[in-house]
């Protein structure tokens, strides 16, 4: 399940005023004469590495994501599909949904070797992926921005079984049909990371991990595209030693050999063998990153994140995770302190491995703070600094709201040629980013925003 909370976009909210009646800065070189946005931007192949974890870690990994669900409880069978897998688009398909769609099954059989394929028309598909209005999917699952089920082909026949057995995963010893549901009125960006990781989850591990900082199986929604190490989970949910209705010991015994063969450059030694996190920290990120509440019942779960992350004495992502929560949470109300709780985050992330992604949100948290702060300097250097990062992870949201940070920065520093520039190379991005011209002009006046706010200041 992917959480409707997109941390690269909402989170820079928490540091701004309400767009203002008062911004009359045109965003478009077009100005009044109507001319709409640019064309919409898109990504190329998408350039992955492996884990930088040892291959005794990634399997410790491999059965928390194989033999656990989100909610806790234990999965006593291991399931697959057995023989060619298909997909089915239905619904309200977004337009660019089969795009999409075909390029991350290219990615499936060349990076994964998996026999996936779109079904033919009229054929029963082992994936039904249907696209519903958000607001029809919130009135069942509040929190997700969209989901897989189990033994079901259509919304409709979830919602008639949502409460019974037939859709409990914990009972499945093989798999034969499963349906993802996703919204059909968000942005492409939106469109593109549920199809990666929900189609992901429907063939492979059902669990998310917050200490996996390169996989989408995370609920921290950092990484918005399918990543080396989720490849590799893939292989070894679909590798020969493995077969339905394994348990967890007799899966456990394998995963040595397939790793050795599968990922040699993990034959290193161990690290630290890292326990789930408490259910009591993952409520806590609900209450901070969720739909509902106000900033002071954000700001209480975001320290209840942190006092719970340092009890249990975590150095990983996930104490990371929870300074970046609270300098979040506390951005509009404390700056100084916000800064300081995120340069923490930054410390820890610069730590891990592989944790590029995290710091470029961070850093796109701190530039809008000194944006408003009056320093266009920092905020340039924090957007130089993680725009190839976020261009890299295939994240538009992230890097068109950097670009037009600093923009606003270079305007501010009176470079308005320079400023003006790059706000019109951002409006591709920020399309497939951010979706609507309406939500679009919306982001860029929150932004503008800020830097009337620091050219005041």
Aim: glycine share 8%; charged share 20%; hydrophobic share 45%.
């Amino acid at each position: 399940m992917r959480l409707i909370s997109m941390i690269a976009v909402l989170g820079l909210t928490a540091c701004m005023p309400a767009p203002s009646a008062q911004v009359s800065k045109s965003y478009t070189e077009a100005g009044t004469t109507g001319v709409g946005l640019p064309a919409m931007q898109g990504f190329g192949s998408v350039a992955t590495t492996g884990p930088a974890r040892s291959n005794a870690e990634i399997a410790h990994d491999f059965l928390d994501l194989e033999f656990r669900m989100e909610s806790g409880r234990a999965i006593p069978n291991f399931s697959r599909f057995e023989g060619p897998i298909t997909v089915k688009l239905t619904g309200d398909v977004p337009p660019t949904a089969p795009a999409e769609m075909s390029r991350l099954i290219k990615r499936f059989r060349a990076e994964a070797g998996l026999p996936v394929s779109f079904a033919k028309p009229g054929e029963s598909a082992s994936i039904t992926i249907e696209f519903q209005p958000r607001a029809q999917m919130a009135k069942v699952v509040p929190m997700a921005a969209c989901f897989v089920v189990p033994r079901v082909q259509s919304w409709a026949e979830y919602k008639a079984e949502r409460n019974g057995p037939k859709v409990d995963w914990t009972t499945m010893t093989k798999r034969e049909h499963v349906a993802i549901f996703a919204p059909s009125d968000v942005s492409p960006q939106e469109v593109r990371d549920c199809l990666n990781e929900e189609t992901a989850q429907a063939m492979g591990p059902l669990n998310d991990l917050y200490r996996l900082t390169d996989s989408v199986f995370n609920d921290d929604n950092f990484n918005s595209v399918l990543t080396g190490s989720d490849m590799l989970m893939l292989r070894l949910h679909y590798a020969p030693e493995l077969r339905n209705g394994m348990n967890e010991a007799e899966a456990a015994k394998y995963l040595p050999g397939m790793l050795a063969r599968m990922n040699p450059a993990g034959n290193i030694a161990s690290g630290t063998f890292k326990q789930i996190a408490p259910r009591s920290w993952i409520a806590a990120v609900e209450g901070t990153f969720g739909p509902r509440g106000g900033n002071a019942a954000r700001l209480r779960s975001a320290d209840m994140m942190l006092q719970i992350a340092m009890a249990q004495g975590w150095h990983d992502a996930r104490l990371g995770f929870s300074y970046y929560a609270k300098g979040r949470a506390m951005a509009s109300s404390d700056p100084t302190q916000a800064v300081a709780a995120l340069t923490e985050a930054a410390r820890v992330y610069r730590s891990i491995p592989g944790a590029q992604v995290q710091l470029a949100h961070v850093d796109m948290q701190l530039a809008a703070i000194a944006l408003a702060a009056g320093q266009p300097d920092q905020a340039i250097a924090f957007a130089d600094r993680s725009i190839p990062v976020a261009k890299r992870a295939e994240n538009a949201s992230l890097l068109a709201t950097l670009m037009l940070i600093k923009a606003e920065a270079l305007e501010n520093e009176g470079r308005v040629t320079e400023a003006r520039a790059l706000r019109l190379d951002t409006l591709g991005w920020a399309r497939y980013g951010f979706g609507s011209e309406r939500q679009v002009r919306g982001r860029m006046a929150e932004i503008a925003n800020l830097g009337a706010r620091g050219h005041r200041g």
